[in-house]
């Protein structure tokens, strides 16, 4: 079937329009993603690639020292993502919930949940670090005043906090995401189904159960994959209160750490290591990627037609 | 709206044009005017005293000297991926020993002789040895100062707790820790929060207990290893010290360990030479001596660990060569290294500096009878993965009392035994 003249200009145009935006994906994304899966399979020194060196970028990455830190940093990224559905997720959508049945003051209240999603996440980190100042931070001394001076800790220093410290942080910083994401899914299910409901007698308690939640699905399968991606990518808020080490003692490790430090070294480390940071780059693309994807299918099968 | 096809054709036409002409121009352009100098470095906290010093390298020869400091945790992945992207600075800070040494054998550095930096010829064999290549013996780097590490103190605060001798034995300084903590004075102003001090830490009371040069020289060849029980006992040695930190010792960061010292409010502080300037910044009237670390037990001999702390280096792709070589040879002339010292507490390598602050002064006389080699920096850094990168979060895990001295003996030997020749097979 021929287009019409028009629709031609129109599909001409359309690819015009298209092809800033697929030129920055290409150069900045798809080209690197593919040079950094063919690095895995090269010998490296420094940032010279040498001779053809097949899986041994692999075979390193899971022999001592790095198999320990990947397995380590791996259990992290795992445990982070089920705190941050568990928590986050959950506060999030108690927040929807609470700003839709909100009749006035609704606007205030998103913006104030909101507000910390635009923070700088670098003055977030420093300002965290100031509260959790373990001499000198509020958030110690209110212990202390309290009179449980056994709670106050180095929260950010001690192995058994500072991973929690962080998701905590990490919770605080994003649950107005979440919480705007379902507000949205929320004020999109018709009132008519609610009304109905009530009507009907049934309670709120049983309202939100068989009617909102899952007329929410949509919803969850955003904030689940993204969390997923943001959890096995995460690196921003590690770095800024842990380093690139994941200190204290590589309690606060991620897989995105391991890879900065891997492939752009460190004060000691001596010489980078760009053929297992590639490798580990290889890994956690094909975690987040078939991750995401099996995610997204699964979660879609649930999600129910208004 | 509708856009007509001309038009359309046109501003495609000009987008390509602008394309094509803008990229080979940009792309020519010098980075920077010939008679303006980048200068990067790690040293954040130097960076009043060296715009200074660019001050005065200007009025003398007219070139600026733009001068920027990055963290040091970060300075070697800021400065790899800058030279290895084809730009990076002029002049820059180089890492001692292998800290760098894929770069300098990649080619990112000039390599440097002594017809363009004549200093060069004053300086000991050892000290020039800090900043040559590994694989390519060149000298990439101008040797600027030698580290040492040991045992600082505040007189007025031991004074204060009736300590009234200095303690010469690991047993009797222990015991000196206790007295003033029962005095309620912070005893060591160190902590664990930041893991490569620990490693500084360990470097200034490991050696009397491993044997310090002579086992230095034995892991080196391949006959001793990092298991050794002596090797073992100078971590054990750190772990001891934890009981006499600050409290919540994992949360205190480097600064804050270094301003309790400075802010007389801990009596001791582990560290090397290059704090002193810190501890002045922060309180300029600091009353600050130094000793050497206490010896394992009476008799053994007592050691002061020390390298070269780093170099200067050029990029080999500087389009300013002659000015960055001017440059070093200023970063190499007396005027320079005697400011250095002065301000920065530095041990400068140029042998005609007077230092004037008596503890730094008892630093670099000790160092002729009791000098050793910082073990892991001097001599195990060349490989991947180093002994450092094993050795500072097992110090963190060993004072938190999740791992032993022993486990980390096993697992630094482990790492070294995987990429140095000599200890190949060994455990």
């Known amino acids: 079937m021929k287009l019409s003249g028009i629709k031609r200009e129109q599909r001409k145009f359309r690819w015009l ?81 609470a700003l839709f049945n909100l009749t006035r003051g609704q606007r205030f209240f998103r913006t104030v949940t909101f507000l910390p999603v635009i923070f700088s996440l670098v003055i977030v980190g420093y300002m965290w670090q100031i509260l959790l100042d373990p001499y000198y931070g509020p958030i110690n001394l209110i212990v202390n005043e309290l009179g449980q001076p056994t709670w106050a800790r180095a929260w950010l220093g001690d192995t058994a906090t500072a991973l929690p410290t962080l998701v905590f942080i990490n919770l605080w910083r994003w649950v107005g995401f979440p919480a705007i994401i379902f507000l949205a899914g929320l004020n999109a299910i018709s009132t008519d189904y609610i009304e109905a409901a009530r009507i009907d007698g049934a309670s709120e308690g049983k309202i939100f159960r068989k009617i909102l939640f899952p007329l929410l699905a949509p919803s969850m399968t955003i904030i689940t994959v993204l969390t997923f991606i943001g959890a096995f990518e995460w690196f921003d808020l590690p770095y800024i209160l842990g380093g690139s080490n994941g200190s204290p003692a590589g309690a606060t490790d991620t897989l995105a750490l391991m890879f900065y430090r891997l492939s752009f070294g460190s004060v000691d480390s001596g010489a980078n290591e760009v053929g297992v940071g590639s490798a580990l780059g290889v890994i956690i693309f094909t975690v987040v990627g078939v991750g995401a994807a099996v995610g997204t299918k699964l979660l879609r099968r649930r999600e129910v037609e208004m | 709206m509708k856009i007509s096809q001309r038009r359309k054709r046109g501003l495609v036409a000009v987008a390509v044009a602008a394309s094509v002409i803008a990229g080979p121009v940009i792309a020519s352009m010098p980075a ?17 005293f060296y715009e200074d010093q660019m001050a005065i390298f200007k009025e003398k020869t007219g070139i600026t000297v733009k001068f920027t400091p990055y963290v040091n945790t970060e300075y070697n992945a800021i400065l790899s991926t800058a030279l290895t992207a084809g730009s990076g600075p002029d002049v820059m800070q180089i890492r001692p020993y292998g800290g760098m040494s894929t770069l300098s054998d990649a080619g990112n550095f000039l390599a440097l002789t002594t017809k363009d930096v004549p200093a060069l010829a004053k300086m000991s064999p050892g000290t020039l040895a800090g900043v040559q290549g590994y694989t390519v013996k060149k000298q990439f780097g101008l040797p600027y100062a030698t580290s040492v590490i040991g045992v600082m103190y505040n007189p007025d605060l031991l004074k204060q707790a009736g300590v009234r001798a200095l303690p010469s034995t690991y047993e009797s300084f222990v015991r000196v820790l206790a007295q003033i903590k029962s005095k309620g004075i912070i005893p060591l102003g160190n902590a664990t929060g930041n893991a490569p001090s620990l490693e500084q830490m360990w470097a200034a009371v490991g050696p009397t207990f491993y044997g310090g040069t002579p086992f230095f020289n034995d892991v080196v060849k391949g006959t001793r290893t990092f298991t050794d029980k002596n090797f073992v006992a100078s971590l054990q040695a750190v772990k001891d010290l934890v009981p006499y930190m600050p409290a919540n010792p994992a949360g205190v960061d480097y600064n804050t360990a270094r301003g309790l010292f400075a802010n007389e409010k801990a009596a001791f502080y582990i560290g090397g030479n290059y704090e002193i300037s810190y501890f002045r910044s922060l309180n300029p009237s600091l009353n600050v001596a130094w000793m050497p670390a206490p010896a394992a037990a009476p008799g053994a001999k007592r050691y002061v660990t020390t390298w070269a702390d780093g170099g200067f280096g050029i990029n080999a792709k500087t389009k300013a060569k002659p000015e960055a070589i001017k440059l070093l040879n200023f970063l190499a002339s007396k005027e320079f290294n005697q400011a250095a010292a002065d301000q920065l507490g530095w041990i400068p390598t140029a042998p005609y500096i007077k230092i004037t602050d008596p503890a730094i002064s008892k630093m670099q006389k000790s160092l002729a009878s009791q000098g050793t080699p910082f073990l892991t920096v001097v001599g195990f850094r060349f490989g991947t993965p180093t002994s450092s990168v094993i050795m500072q979060p097992g110090f963190q895990k060993l004072t938190a009392g999740t791992t032993t001295a022993a486990e980390l003996a096993k697992d630094v030997q482990a790492a070294v035994s995987s990429w140095y020749a000599p200890q190949k097979g060994k455990s």
């Not at chain 1, 092809?19 to 994906?25: C, E, Q, R, V, Y």
């Not at chain 1, 290409?26 to 020194?45: G, R």
Request: proline share 3%; hydrophobic share 55%; glycine share 6%.
């Open chain 1, 17 to 97: 329009l298209l092809s800033p935006g697929l030129l920055i994906i290409i150069i900045f994304t798809s080209i690197p993603a593919l040079t950094t899966l063919s690095y895995a399979f090269f010998e490296w020194k420094g940032f010279v690639r040498g001779s053809w060196a097949g899986f041994e970028n692999f075979n390193r990455l899971f022999s001592f020292p790095f198999r320990d830190q990947f397995l380590m940093a791996f259990r992290h990224n795992t445990l982070v993502f089920i705190a941050i559905m568990v928590l986050q997720t959950s506060f999030g959508l108690l927040i929807a919930y």
């Open chain 2, 32 to 48: 920077q005017a010939a008679t303006e100098l980048t200068f990067w470095s790690w040293r954040t906290e130097d960076k009043a």
